[in-house]
């Protein structure tokens, strides 16, 4: 259990250091697209370094009911 842990960490922080390298984390993130851009790219963790470029386009949230 310890090494499954161990290594979901480590897939994050190298996704972490990927959206690092990319700038991503220099101001913050416009609108949800950004955000979510952000997100996937930790999420995607090292496939970063074989060619994987998530983005998001567009998204769009939920408006509070009035």
């Known amino acids: 259990m310890r090494i499954i ?3 979901v ?9 990927a959206a690092g390298q990319r700038g991503y984390f220099g101001n913050e993130p416009g609108d949800c697209a950004g955000a979510g851009t952000i997100a996937l790219t ?3 963790g090292p496939l970063n370094y074989v060619g994987v470029n998530p983005k998001v386009t567009e998204c769009q949230l939920p408006q509070p009911s009035q």
Do not use: D, E, F
């Open 5 to 7: 842990l161990l290594l």
């Open 9 to 17: 960490v480590v897939w994050l922080v190298i996704g972490a250091v």
């Open 42 to 44: 930790v999420l995607a």
